[in-house]
């Protein structure tokens, strides 16, 4: 079973497909479950305590804002255990939405130099072009072994 790191980071689609076919989804839901079940937080709905920036610096530099550090905090630590990725690009508001373009496109980054495999696809727009989409999926997934079937 593969760790696999979805993006947008918020897909329940994606997450849904990576677990069917046997994989473990890594995202924003595990990272943000966390923090909302654990007790003292005193800034919801942001669910992020003054230290998590100060974490994020291990992947994005103190000019960068704390924003995105802290999104980093809890995102990074995710791509460091990744074994491989799914980008979907150009995505639809309703399949995943990510507020913070800097976070974006750190994340894309990250996700493309680290050396493990990565899908990258376009949000499709057509019932044909979904069916394709989720067949990259599938054959993506299969490929990285220990999938279902």
């Known amino acids: 079973m ?12 994606l997450t849904d497909l ?10 924003a839901a595990i990272g943000i479950r966390e ?6 937080f005193d800034s919801p709905p942001l669910q ?5 920036p100060k974490k994020g610096l291990k ?6 804002p704390s924003g995105v550090r802290g999104r980093m905090a809890i995102l990074g630590p995710r791509i460091e255990e990744a074994d491989a990725a799914i980008i979907v ?5 309703a399949f995943g939405c990510m507020g913070c373009a800097r976070t974006n496109e750190l994340l ?11 899908l990258d696809l ?28």
């Not at 593969?2 to 689609?13: D, G, M, Q, R």
């Not at 992020?48 to 998590?52: D, N, S, W």
């Not at 992947?59 to 960068?64: C, G, K, L, S, T």
């Open 2 to 13: 593969a760790k696999v790191f979805i993006y947008p980071t918020t897909s329940l689609i």
């Open 18 to 27: 990576v677990k069917r076919f046997g994989h473990e989804p890594l995202g």
């Open 35 to 40: 923090r909302v079940q654990a007790a003292g």
């Open 48 to 52: 992020i305590t003054p230290e998590e």
């Open 59 to 64: 992947w994005a530099a103190v000019e960068v």
């Open 89 to 93: 690009n150009d995505a639809d508001l």
């Open 108 to 118: 894309i980054y990250l996700l493309r130099t680290k050396g493990m495999p990565v």
């Open 122 to 149: 376009v949000y499709p727009t057509s019932e044909e072009e979904g069916i394709a989409f989720v067949a990259a999926i599938r054959k993506f997934l299969r490929e990285l072994g220990g999938a279902k079937p």
